[in-house]
């Protein structure tokens, strides 16, 4: 199994908070286990679990009232917090979401209180990540990555919201090392203005990339645009 930054850890009545923090996480390039994105119904949920925390550097909580009242839930808490204690994990991060008081036990912790989803609280949880781990570094992921994340935000598949800015932006970093169908991808989204303001001569531009790439789709992209913007 591969190594992750983080383990999100929550109960089931936060399962939101914890998708949209392995959402955030990813769309700041660091890797995350999620049960409800990384378990499938024919996987032994136990066996799943302790995979995930072994190959975890660091530990997030979706810290609630409910997470609290959770047997099982404190007990995976109370071995990340004694890991961290042992130096055997960098962070241990308690992510407060309906304000319920952490046990001075854990207040060595450093902790981030936030009240909904929005870009605010995005900026205040990867501000408390970059403290809490600042020797984890988001990767400089491979193009094949990121043009999968670019695909999961276009779409709207895994768990995330379609958001054609992002899939831009990630696209734009696949392109950057070359990878063809990122670029064909962006000639689209300038041909349609699906993200960005239409214009057919930056579409043209990526499609003769992704020929040049090796995309087998971009020469008639390039054929049709030429004859376009000859005719306007």
Not at 155 to 162: A, C, K, Q
Not at 179 to 200: F, K, P, Q, R
Not at 208 to 224: F, M, N, Q, S, V
């Amino acid at each position: 199994m591969e190594q992750r930054d983080f383990f999100i850890s929550y109960t089931g009545a936060d399962e939101p908070w914890a998708v949209w923090i392995a959402n955030v996480l990813k769309s700041n390039g660091y890797t995350a286990y999620v049960q409800a994105l990384d378990i499938g119904p024919a996987d032994n949920f136990l066996e799943k679990m302790e995979e995930f925390v072994e190959n975890s550097a660091n530990f997030i909580v979706v810290w609630s009232k409910g997470y609290s009242e959770s047997r099982y839930c404190m007990t995976e808490f109370r071995a990340a917090f004694h890991e961290w204690k042992e130096g055997r994990m960098e962070c241990v991060l308690p992510v407060r979401v309906d304000g319920f008081p952490i046990k001075r036990l854990y207040s060595p912790l450093v902790r981030v209180d936030l009240s909904d989803r929005g870009a605010a609280s995005e900026k205040k949880l990867m501000e408390a990540v970059r403290y809490a781990v600042p020797h984890t570094v988001a990767p400089l992921e491979d193009a094949e990555t990121l043009f999968r994340w670019g695909k999961d935000y276009y779409w709207g598949l895994n768990g995330v919201r379609e958001d054609d800015t992002k899939a831009r932006e990630y696209w734009e970093q696949a392109a950057i090392r070359g990878h063809a169908t990122a670029l064909y991808n962006l000639g689209i989204l300038y041909e349609h203005g699906e993200g960005v303001s239409i214009d057919y001569a930056k579409a043209l531009e990526y499609y003769e990339k992704a020929d040049e790439a090796g995309d087998e789709d971009a020469p008639a992209k390039i054929e049709y645009l030429r004859r376009k913007l000859r005719h306007k």
